[in-house]
């Protein structure tokens, strides 16, 4: 459980990185295309780790069951 627990704040964390890096894109905190790259290569990195977190629990929670 204690492994569920860590993946689950982990996601929040990944969520709020996320919605910081949105806020900075939406409220015109882009300094320049490169910065713009940047955050927009973030967000893909954030998206993936959290990809592979949900299929990790999602994982877990088939072995679980069985």
């Not at 569920?4 to 709020?16: A, G, S």
């Not at 882009?30 to 977190?53: D, F, M, P, T």
């Amino acid at each position: 459980m204690i492994l569920v627990d860590f993946l689950d704040d982990l996601r929040k964390i990944l969520d709020t990185k996320r919605n910081q890096i949105k806020d900075i894109m939406l409220t015109g905190g882009v300094e320049n295309y490169s910065n713009y790259q940047n955050l927009v290569g973030q967000v893909k990195s954030l998206n993936y780790i959290e990809q592979e977190v949900k299929d990790l629990l999602e994982k877990r929670k088939v072995i679980q069951d069985e």
